[in-house]
């Protein structure tokens, strides 16, 4: 399988050398050649595969260069029951007594790792995938990151005592939830080094970005990313569809029965993995898109105008990790809607948003739109406290407030008789003070975590200053 950017660089690249690179220097983002077809046989095939073995059939699809018995090796050791907590890893969790007879509806879960959160279904895999990597090249890697809480901890869990990988987190000091804050801190490997910077998240990313600008150091200090457009994390979240449609179609084997995800949706990481697994052929009839008040695409869904917001017109919402004022990962599922036209999605991408902020797609282009299965819906704060009061309510479930922005959108767009499984993105004990204001009281914590907040914690706090930054990353890293 060969890999191209998305604006059009002829270069083809195999996966491995993609693994550990961010934007490809057109600046666009890496896409397969085509999408590998799941045909019917194949698809009862792989039903009843446990996790791991449904994993490495899919990756092999589009891994070449990774001996199959090492890939086999790699994802069997990364979905186990014992760090997702059940032999399902993804198990689906029926919301009987919501959809009103129209359809059923479930949750998939995805939040039963490490931090709690759907990221470390595709992070735990590419800190394996990293070790191998880099152990066969003989090579080391600082991983430099911001973070104002999921993905930062999904990648310190990841990376964790792997070996030839050192992780630099940048969080601004004192703004994380006290278990968000726990979570990172209390981590005690010596590859782990978090950084409290004085400031806000985008000072943080400030000092990323003007880090990684700095080329002679980047390539000095062997700097990497772990973030959202890394091409392995999208592959691993395309297993979970495939996953989600066995247990959702478990009495109707052999029929292509077609169901309906609804994703709660900020980067549009998640949900694009769900568009690839419909282009390989799963059975979906709808990707449901929710967004919060952060609702960028939306308006694109509904209008095929994409406008990105400044900071200032970005709110701080009460489902955080969907506060985005652009989608990173948005230009791959357009570049598909254009028909795979690299100068097509440049001219959007590089020019019209570099020149105007925002562009608009042509009406054939948007009357796509429908044909790729995208339909989409936003929630409000008091959307989501009402929802988490509902699902409660019947159906005795808790959910935090990202999943229930899905859930809310996902209501609104249930057809008959077409199952709705609803992406459980993260646990309500990470987001404990929301729940309180919609519940009145607090959501339990899973097995081993209580009283996490009083561990000895391992971070150092520092003025917003990319020249200390450096610094420390050098001393650390030095032979
Ligand atoms: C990251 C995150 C999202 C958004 O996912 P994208 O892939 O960025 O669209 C939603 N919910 C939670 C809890 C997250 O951590």
Redesign the pocket.
Known sequence: MKYFSTRGDPTPLRFCDILLEGLAPDGGLYLPERYPQVDAPTLERWRGLPYADLAFEILSLYIDDIPPEDLRRLVRATYTEAVFGTPQITPLVPLAGLGGGVAPVSLLGL?NGPTL???DMAMQLLGALFEYELGRRAQALNILGATS???GSAAEYAMRGKRGIRVFMLSPHGRMSPFQQAQMFSLQDANIHNIAVEGVFDDCQDIVKAVSADLDFKRRWRIGTVN?INWARLLA?VVYYFAGWFQATADRPGQQARVSFA??????????AGHVARRMGLPIERLVLATNENAVLDEFFRTGRYRVRTSAETHETS?P??D?SK?S?FERFVFDLVGRDGARTASLFRDALGRDGEFSVTPAEFARIGAEGFVSGHSTHADRLRTIRQVRDACGVLV?P??ADGVKVALEQLQPGVPMLVLE??LPA?FADTLVEAIGGQPPRPAGLDGIEALPKRFRVMKPDVQAVKQLIAQEAAP
């Open positions: 939040s959160a759907f990221k809480g999921d993905t959202s979240q994703v709660p949706s900020g980067n549009f990481g998640n949900i694009c489902s990790s969907m985005i989608a990962n935090d990202h999943t993105t993260a990470k």
